[in-house]
């Protein structure tokens, strides 16, 4: 299932989350007619890529806990690059300098011929709130890539425009943490969750790992609510419980590590482990209220986006019975793409500009100003 990462589509296996997550092709995928769609069915996807040598480009970038993911577009073809370490931080806060150095890396890496960028969005974690100043990046990127444009918002946007391609409605993004965005990308911004693992992220992968790994730890103590299935489990993956404790409790990125037990939670549950299989369904009823929390102002369209939701049935059928019960008359829109490939068609429309700052959601660089209100068509001008 590969929960390590926070933005990979649903791979199908449960009932509700088939559709055309491929990628933004499609009427709406691109800005008041600028935007031409991802070239290909599997635009946006890692496999066979590859760009023509020279030429000027756009880029998306996605950045997660689970590391960056990048999609880059030039000539009609698309390109996809990954580095799968957590996101950068420093003093709690998302380390720019460090990021503006790893995206820079990854795309020469993944297009070594291209000659520059015409465009760049980045949607990262930790904002709004965890990036005091997103101009380090344009100042560390701007010049290096030539760019004419660069978008700088949350993963939760790029992940709003990835599911729903500039319409209204909620996203639940779902992968390592948790947050939930209603926004018609002009007036209303309405955020559920996202604060961390210590604080919020219910029904995310870190949340689903503590739980499976507190349930091993009670029955190796022979504590009431404990598993045997998730202690075997625990025990394969990190060996004795003071290991996975000094793993837990070691500097770093305990989120990820928590994180990377969901795999195992969801194999405990498959096999007919009742703690397991309780643990995703309180997990899918957390992320539909969550979802339910965000709807207001809006009409009830709900999408989802994340790679928590490769699990398939454990997660979607309570999570799509929560949101049923919280929002008559819903709708539940399966994604068209992940977020990369919303920050790619934020970057095309930058680009074009279509797109203008909206802090502290959106920041476009150079300077654009602050003006006009609501979606026009396709295309998303930012409220001031």
Do not use: K
């Amino acid at each position: 299932m590969g929960l390590a990462g926070d933005d990979t589509g649903p791979a199908g296996g449960g009932r509700g989350l088939t559709g055309d997550d491929a990628g933004l092709a499609g009427d709406d995928a691109g800005l008041a007619g600028a935007c031409t769609g991802l070239a290909g069915e599997d635009a946006g996807l890692a496999g066979d890529m590859g760009l023509a040598g020279g030429g000027t480009g756009l880029a998306g970038v996605d950045v997660g806990g689970g590391g960056i993911r990048l999609r880059i577009e030039a000539g009609g073809t698309t390109a996809a690059g990954e580095d799968p370490v957590p996101a950068p931080r420093r003093d709690g806060r998302m380390d720019l300098h460090r990021l503006a150095s790893r995206v820079a890396r990854l795309v020469e890496e993944t297009a070594p011929d291209l000659d520059r960028l015409a465009g760049m969005a980045i949607g990262t974690t930790g904002l709004p709130g965890l990036v005091p100043d997103p101009g380090v990046l344009w100042r560390a990127l701007g010049d290096r890539f030539g760019l004419r444009a660069l978008v700088v918002t949350g993963d939760m946007v790029t992940t709003h425009v990835g599911a729903l391609g500039f319409r209204p409605g909620v996203v639940v993004a779902a992968g390592t943490g948790v947050i939930a965005l209603g926004t018609d990308l002009a007036g209303v911004w309405n955020r559920s969750d996202g604060w961390g693992h210590l604080l919020g992220d219910h029904g995310g992968g870190a949340w689903i790992g503590a739980r499976g790994l507190q349930a091993g730890l009670r029955a190796r103590d022979g504590r009431l609510g404990g598993s045997a299935a998730l202690l075997d489990r625990l025990t394969a993956r990190f060996g004795s419980p003071s290991e996975l404790v000094a793993l837990a409790y070691a500097p770093g990125a305990a989120a990820h590590l928590l994180a990377s037990f969901a795999p195992s939670v969801a194999e405990a549950a498959r096999d007919g482990d009742a703690v397991a299989r309780a643990i995703w369904d309180e997990a899918g009823r957390e992320l539909g209220r969550s979802a339910a929390a965000a709807a207001s102002g809006l009409e009830p369209v709900v999408s989802w986006g994340g790679r928590l939701f490769d699990a398939g049935d454990l997660l979607v059928e309570p999570f799509r019975d929560t949101v049923t019960a919280l929002l008559p008359g819903v709708r539940l829109t399966p994604p068209r793409g992940v977020s990369a490939d919303g920050a790619l068609a934020l970057a095309r429309a930058a680009v074009a500009g279509s797109v203008r700052s909206r802090p502290p959601y959106v920041h476009v660089f150079p300077g654009t100003g602050v003006s006009g209100t609501g979606v026009s068509g396709t295309g998303f001008h930012g409220a001031g």
